[in-house]
């Protein structure tokens, strides 16, 4: 296992140099690199009837589209590809994490703001499509009228405060429980050496594909929001 460290020395170090570009920036690149190569080989070798890495992606992409289409609608189609990228990109740097010799990009405050920030500007933009003007309506509450006027403005600026944390909270908690799942698993498999392995990797696993799974509901909760009416 590997995570993000200042004096750490990584295999991605002897094609680049960690001075330079960081460890988390090198290995987004190499996860990037990873899925469009098998892309690639996807897209040049499918079979009416899936198997292999094939069908395991077609798993993937039908749970998150699921997802999506229960959550946000049919509306929600024009947003899948983006969010079914978010997750399988997330997914793969957490379990880059769990290779010896190499980190979790999303280890990485950096990594996973440049991921949170397009989802904020992207869930806006689309309530801005979708509801046009009228999008503002969600920050301004229930009650329009000149009587409640200052509860409008009390609300509209608890709305746009609660916005714009959505990244900084997106940032924020994939990057501890990453942090936190290296240095968790790290403490027992020194404390247990001989019979933690198999459970250290499981633990491990698991918090890989639960945290990916939680920044996507979060981001899926979010276009749900800006294309629902407002009350």
Do not use: W
């Not at 980190?103 to 990594?111: K, L």
């Not at 594909?209 to 509901?217: H, W």
Request: proline letters at 5%; hydrophobic letters at 55%.
């Amino acid at each position: 296992m590997a995570a993000e460290g200042i004096h750490e020395v990584l295999l991605m170090d002897v094609f680049v140099n960690p001075d330079v570009i960081p460890h988390n920036v090198s290995h987004a690149f190499l996860a990037s690199v990873i899925l469009i190569v098998l892309a690639i080989v996807i897209r040049t070798s499918i079979r009416l009837v899936p198997r292999g890495i094939q069908n395991f992606f077609e798993v993937i992409i039908e749970t998150i589209q699921n997802l999506v289409e229960s959550n946000i609608g049919h509306h929600g189609r024009k947003a899948f590809p983006f969010i079914c990228t978010i997750f399988i990109f997330i997914l793969l740097c957490n379990f880059m994490g769990l290779v010896p010799g190499f980190a979790s990009a999303t280890a990485n405050v950096n990594t996973n703001a440049a991921m949170a920030i397009p989802v904020f500007l992207a869930t806006h933009y689309y309530g801005l499509r979708f509801h046009g003007f009228k999008y503002v309506n969600h920050f301004l509450g229930p009650i329009r009228s000149i009587v409640a006027l200052p509860l409008i403005i009390m609300i509209f600026i608890t709305e746009v405060l609660s916005h714009l944390a959505r990244p900084l909270t997106l940032t924020v908690r994939l990057f501890g429980n990453m942090t936190a799942k290296h240095l968790i698993l790290g403490v027992l498999a020194i404390i247990l050496p001989m019979i933690a392995p198999v459970f250290v990797l499981s633990l491990g696993i698991i918090t890989c594909v639960v945290q990916a799974l939680v920044f996507t509901l979060l981001t899926i909760c979010y276009f749900a929001g800006a294309i629902e009416e407002a009350h």
